[in-house]
């Protein structure tokens, strides 16, 4: 026996905006980070933001991508986890939104301040540092 279909009603998922139909991927090589790292950087409360623009060169010009670290200085392996999960998701509903397509962001974690701030006040921080990096012009 099969288990009848749910009717589809008001949102689907959690956040309440569907974000544009500009693709974000991952960063996953090191190289990568190494090359966000020698960017532009904007430090707020509940992170570090690493940006640069890819060359013509690199793959996917209409692309974001993001990545995410946190270091043992955060804290046990729950506490980073916890952390990278907020990083992801605030990149996640923001960037599609405010960032730039052919530029890579890294979301560094903060000690005692990543995986404790509150989440609203983070996603305003992300907001705040890409109007920085992007210096106010779109």
């Known amino acids: 026996m099969t288990p009848p279909e749910a ?3 008001g949102q689907v998922g959690r956040g309440t905006v569907t974000p544009p139909a500009v693709s974000v991927s991952t960063l996953r090589k090191r190289a990568d980070f190494l090359r966000a790292a020698q960017g532009r950087r904007q430090g707020m409360p509940g992170f ?9 060169e690199e793959a ?9 670290t946190c270091s043992k200085k955060l804290g046990n ?14 990149a996640r ?9 052919g530029w890579d962001y890294v979301l560094v974690g903060r000690p005692e301040a990543t995986a404790t701030r509150d989440f609203a006040a983070m996603a305003a921080d992300l ?3 890409l109007e920085k990096i992007h210096g106010h012009t779109r």
């Open 7 to 9: 009717p589809v009603q």
């Open 77 to 90: 392996a729950v506490v980073r986890n916890r952390a990278k999960r907020r990083l992801r998701e605030i």
């Open 48 to 56: 570090l933001l690493q940006a640069r623009q890819r060359g013509p």
């Open 60 to 68: 996917g010009p209409q692309v974001i991508r993001a990545g995410f």
């Open 127 to 129: 907001v705040r540092a």
């Open 93 to 101: 509903t923001t960037l599609p939104l405010h960032g730039r397509p």
